[in-house]
């Protein structure tokens, strides 16, 4: 049974820093794809960032040097690295694995303050 659970959402002041961290299990965690996705109220949900082990990751433009995503395979944990927040990255974040029709976690919340 594959679990997914985020961690780490809270509201931060703009210009603030965030950590996720998504821990998973029941998957074969060093060889997927691990994506960050999120979703803003009235807004379809959009991929930000995502890792892959041994392959640089990739990044939704809108927060390309602002997000680091990195992995740690021997904890089976996929992290985001949220640095120069806006209130535009308000939103519920979720960790995904399998696309989108793979398995998603529950949901992470992060609100950023003007």
């Known amino acids: 049974q594959v679990q997914l659970v985020e961690s780490g959402g809270d509201l931060v002041p703009a210009g603030g820093s965030l950590r996720l961290s998504c821990a998973a299990s029941g998957i074969v965690f060093r060889l997927?794809?691990?994506?960050w996705y999120r979703q803003?109220?009235?807004?379809?949900?959009?991929?930000v960032a995502?890792?892959?082990?041994?392959?640089?990751?990739?990044?939704?433009?809108s927060v390309k040097?602002?997000?680091?995503v990195s992995r740690d395979d021997a904890k089976?944990?996929?992290?985001?690295q949220m640095n120069s927040l806006k209130p535009e990255d308000t939103a519920v974040y979720y960790c995904n694995v399998g696309g989108?029709?793979?398995?998603w976690g529950q949901g992470t919340q992060v609100i950023v303050s003007s």
Do not use: C, I, Q, W
């Open 32 to 35: 997927n794809y691990m994506g």
């Open 40 to 47: 803003a109220p009235g807004k379809e949900r959009e991929l």
């Open 50 to 61: 995502g890792s892959t082990s041994g392959v640089s990751p990739n990044y939704a433009d």
């Open 65 to 68: 040097g602002r997000f680091t």
């Open 76 to 80: 089976n944990t996929v992290y985001l």
């Open 100 to 103: 989108s029709f793979g398995y």
